[in-house]
């Protein structure tokens, strides 16, 4: 099995109004994120690649125009903990990015900093196949 990685980085602020008063995280502040999209395959194409990494554009774009310099409770309908924004992510990238062939989605992680990340990766009963996720997507 071949995996690649690559990673995006976006600046954003958030506060997890969830969590107890007396958290710093329940207050106002930003993170310098780093989101890395896993992808594998069984095999490679023509050209020796999973995919080309510039196939990847989307997502660069996506948080670039959605999440960069914003603040994330007013981007994502759930609290953004690097959790929720890893499904997110993972879920926009399964329904965006156009992987044909056996190519597979593996996972999203989001990081806040060096030291913590998050990371989504379905089991096999959460994600219908890549093929099928990314029927009729533009």
């Known amino acids: 099995m071949y995996r690649i990685a690559k ?7 958030h506060q997890l109004p ?3 008063p007396g958290h710093k995280c329940a207050h106002l502040h930003g ?3 780093t ?3 896993f992808l594998s395959s069984p095999g490679l194409d023509e050209r020796g690649f999973i995919v080309d990494f510039a196939d990847l554009a989307p997502v660069k774009a996506f948080l670039d125009s959605c999440w960069d310099h914003r603040h994330l409770n007013d981007c994502v309908p759930v609290p953004p903990t690097s959790e929720h924004l890893a499904r997110f992510l993972f879920d926009w990238c399964r329904d965006n ?3 044909p062939g056996a190519q597979a989605l ?3 992680r989001v990081s806040e900093s060096e030291s913590t990340w998050a990371e989504y990766q379905p089991d096999s009963s959460e994600a219908p196949p ?3 996720a990314t029927e009729g997507a533009a």
């Open 7 to 13: 990673e995006f980085g976006f600046s954003a602020s």
């Open 18 to 20: 969830q969590l107890d």
């Open 31 to 33: 993170h310098n994120y």
């Open 130 to 132: 890549q093929s099928e």
């Open 35 to 37: 989101v890395t999209v």
């Open 97 to 99: 990015l156009p992987l």
């Open 106 to 108: 593996e996972a999203v």
